[in-house]
T-cell receptor, first 113, second 116 residues
């Protein structure tokens, strides 16, 4: 069961690049890494997903080293509206009646003007 | 349409009431989920449906009763709840129940439940 560890909180200023790292030391061979963003009183929103190396979309990049024991979400030029909680999820363990889709504690990003 | 719609947005109920939460998606997804989220905590998985069949029950108390009447609808029936059940209840869907890229979840905005 791949568990994740992220910093509890991060602060940044508008226009800066923000990198949030997630540790997942016991990631399994078939596991993907998925990041979600959540604003207060809203459901999480999918940001990006990857398996290895680098993935980029219109909102973020995801860097995954060769050993896949960690991953880094990169948000370029953040704005105040990027203030949210960011969750890293790894894998999807399904096993009979005890499968889990685990949200870790997440990283609360605060962007200041 | 990549939307998951949850109703009602807010619900206040007494401990003796019976109420239901509703979730709807029209993306053709065949996996649907209920999560519970307390303030400043991550979402906790409650139930998972795959092809309208209950696949996972995360040891949720029987006062919460899920139902999936068809591939687009998911209900959560509530009865004799406790004040500690007050939380944001989130519904999500994904194309199928599987690992990897096929399991990107789309979440609704949630129902804010208060139990008095």
């Amino acid at each position: 069961l791949a568990k994740t560890t992220q910093p509890i909180s991060m602060d940044s200023y508008e226009g800066q690049e923000v990198n949030i790292t997630c540790s997942h030391n016991n990631i399994a061979t078939n596991d993907y890494i998925t990041w979600y963003q959540q604003f207060p009183s809203q459901g999480p929103r999918f940001i990006i997903q990857g398996y290895k190396t680098k993935v980029t979309n219109e909102v973020a990049s995801l860097f995954i080293p060769a050993d896949r024991k960690s991953s880094t979400l990169s948000l370029p030029r953040v704005s105040l509206s990027d203030t949210a909680v960011y969750y890293c999820l790894v894998g999807l363990l399904w096993g009979g009646s005890q499968g889990n889709l685990i949200f870790g504690k997440g990283t609360k990003l605060s962007v200041k003007p | 349409d990549t939307e998951v719609t949850q109703t009602p947005k807010h619900l206040v109920m007494g401990m003796t009431n019976k109420k239901s939460l509703k979730c709807e998606q029209h993306m053709g997804h065949r996996a649907m989920y209920w999560y519970k989220q307390k303030a400043k905590k991550p979402p906790e998985l409650m139930f998972v449906y795959s092809y309208e069949k209950l696949s996972i029950n995360e040891s949720v108390p029987s006062r919460f009763s899920p139902e999936c009447p068809n591939s687009s609808l998911l209900n959560l029936h509530l009865h004799a709840l406790q004040p500690e059940d007050s939380a944001l209840y989130l519904c999500a869907s994904s194309p199928i129940l599987a690992g990897g890229a096929k399991n990107i979840q789309y979440f609704g905005a949630g129902t804010r439940l208060s139990v008095l």
